[in-house]
């Protein structure tokens, strides 16, 4: 191809913005370099910003010298680690503490981080989100924080703080064995526990069971059929025989309790998570949609002002979510869902999972809300270097069903391995991802289109795309809609989200296949005051004076993708979708195929500027 002065003038453009030399941008090849990062903690550098000088090409690892800068684009050696489309979330514990085990785990694949508030103090929460925004900035590219409020167990021991509710004891500190078809009493009594009968501390419990309602017992281990029923007590039938002791939950499949999901407890931590500024929040415990509401009250009254709100998450664990159009109006009303299958695991046969998770995958996706499938995914990887077959197979699966993404739990939290498992998580995601079978599993999925020029932009974008062979997507958003709708088309493509809110960018990397990425203040239509800048309800814009303005949006849109290494072919396509007038969320009414050289170029032709 015989390239023009003006595209080779245009190339250099780009290569002084997004790397070292115009010789890292020839066909075939690409060798970006770094780029200087804001040194302020609180601000996450630009990745479209320029460079304060050219620097050597590094190869970033966790022992890098500080004061050698990194970026994204400048880590050829884990180059996979951007090109697949199911994120990967690791929860943090003893085993994940430190900046350099953040790092590790983020060059591994995690896209989020988890904190997980059952555990340790709301202060150690601070002191991990600090290292994540520390990793987030040497690295320049958004990492997303989901903040997960403590579970809900009900239990036979005091414990007024928490939400495991423990009063009463049983005489024998050993506990009881209980023997099948015994009759054995729940009741309200404050006398000491034997083998006929045991305090529950949870009236509620009582008043809403039902003769022939189920209570499992140390997660199912025994098992009880309600035959009777007072005002203060349940007779129960034992149908799986084991041992009851102290601090053993209870789980009640069927039925709906009259309690909030949040305790007093929660209410604290999920003021404080607002005040720390996570990304996203979990709720468990989740019965039915006026839980959510309730959580979004919470956030309303407790939001700091200027803050940005955080993405809220349902987890699904209970069977009252399925009953009648339940979990069609809790996906409606969050912004994402867990598949908490522990729980879930525990309150439903165990045959009946595996369908549970495909009808919420499916229903998440049909709603345009990210998924999030969890629990024992690698489990023996706590102790062990390598997962069973089984597990894999079980991670391959959610990826299959077309989940957004995939948790670890104590497998990163605790664990010996907790690198390797987010390793063998990212493994095993880039081998399903390059079956054909993938694909066809993923457009199994019919989808109901809305009337709008926005959805019509999104899926003709997708379509575009695939028929172009372009390289990837750009989407320039206010506060994501735009990219979501594109990530729900499933596009055969990377998805690049642009988004002048760092806050946008961050809960836009739990969704699958997109790398959002921030431009420089002031870039396609803001303006560059800091003060009218954030302000995310009206968001201050630029009269058009002429029609470049345009152009200089899809500059960027070169930038970002030359920047991320998507692109390292000046003929290479982008397909580009924006809004105007620049700055009214949901309004995606343009659609631009454009060559990576820029705006101005076409088959190897460029207008003079």
Avoid at 34 to 40: A, E, K, Y
Avoid at 97 to 123: C, K, P, Y
Avoid at 239 to 260: A, H, Q, W, Y
Avoid at 331 to 356: F, Q, S, T, W
Wanted: aromatic share 6%.
């Amino acid at each position: 191809m015989k390239i023009s002065p003006a595209c080779t003038k245009a190339i250099a453009l780009l290569a002084v913005l997004g790397v070292s030399s115009v010789k890292s941008f020839t066909p075939g090849k690409v060798n970006l370099a770094t780029r200087g990062l804001s040194t302020s903690p609180s601000t996450l550098a630009s990745t479209t910003a320029d460079p304060p000088a050219a620097t050597k090409d590094v190869v970033a690892t966790p022992s890098q010298p500080a004061e050698q800068q990194t970026s994204v684009a400048a880590i050829p050696k884990v180059a996979q680690r951007w090109r697949k489309r199911t994120k990967q979330l690791a929860t943090l514990g003893p085993a994940s503490s430190t900046v350099e085990m953040i790092e590790t785990l983020f060059l591994a694949g995690a896209d989020i981080f988890r904190l997980n508030f059952s555990h340790g103090s709301q202060e150690q929460k601070k002191e991990l989100l600090t290292m994540i925004r520390e990793v987030e900035e040497k690295y320049s590219h958004p990492i997303a924080v989901l903040g997960d409020l403590q579970e809900l167990t009900l239990r036979f021991l005091p414990c007024l703080d928490t939400k495991s509710l423990k009063v009463g004891e049983f005489s024998n500190p050993k506990g009881e064995v209980l023997e099948k078809d015994q009759v054995f009493r729940l009741d309200l009594d404050e006398a000491m526990g034997d083998g006929t009968r045991v305090m529950l501390p949870h009236p509620e419990i009582i008043e809403a069971s039902e003769i022939g309602h189920v209570l499992l017992v140390d997660d199912g281990k025994v098992k009880l059929t309600v035959v009777g029923k007072g005002d203060k007590y349940l007779e129960c039938r034992v149908d799986v025989p084991g041992k009851i002791s102290n601090r053993k939950g209870v789980n009640t499949p069927d039925s709906v309790l009259d309690i909030s999901p949040l305790t007093p407890k929660d209410r604290s931590d999920l003021e404080y998570m607002l005040g720390i500024g996570v990304d996203w929040v979990a709720l468990s415990f989740v019965q039915q949609p006026a839980d959510i509401e309730e959580i979004h009250e919470l956030i309303d009254l407790h939001l700091p002002e200027d803050a940005f709100r955080p993405a809220v998450m349902a987890k699904i664990e209970k069977p009252s979510c399925f009953v009648d159009d339940n979990l069609e109006k809790i996906v409606n009303l969050c912004d994402g869902i867990m598949v908490a299958r522990g729980d879930l695991g525990v309150e439903c046969a165990p045959e009946d999972v595996p369908l549970l998770q495909k009808q919420i995958i499916d229903t998440c996706r049909r709603d345009g809300k990210p998924v999030v499938v969890a629990t024992q995914m690698l489990e023996s990887m706590i102790e062990s270097p390598t997962p069973t077959r089984a597990e894999a197979s079980d991670v391959a699966t959610a990826i299959y069903d077309g989940a957004d993404a995939i948790m670890l739990s104590a497998e990163s939290a605790a664990g010996a391995y907790p690198e390797e498992s987010v390793a063998m998580q990212q493994r095993i995601i880039n081998r399903v991802e390059s079956d054909d079978h993938y694909r066809n599993y993923l457009n199994q999925l019919s989808m109901t289109k809305r009337d709008t020029a926005a959805d019509a932009i999104t899926t003709a974008a997708s379509q575009i795309a695939q028929t172009t062979n372009a390289k990837a997507i750009v989407c320039f958003t206010l506060q994501g809609s735009t990219v979501l709708r594109v990530s729900q088309e499933r596009p055969t493509v990377p998805i690049l989200g642009i988004t002048p809110f760092k806050e946008t960018a961050r809960q836009l990397a739990m969704s699958w296949g997109v790398y959002p990425d921030l431009p420089r203040s002031g870039s396609f239509g803001f303006t560059a005051d800091d003060e009218d800048f954030f302000n995310y309800e009206n968001p201050a814009v630029v009269d058009s004076q002429n029609d470049d303005d345009f152009d200089v949006v899809l500059k960027n849109a070169c930038r970002a993708a030359l920047r991320k290494g998507l692109v390292n072919d000046p003929n290479d396509l982008l397909v580009v979708t924006a809004g105007l007038p620049f700055g009214t969320p949901g309004a995606a009414n343009i659609i631009r195929i454009l060559p990576a050289a820029g705006p101005q170029c076409w088959d190897g032709l460029c207008r003079a500027e």
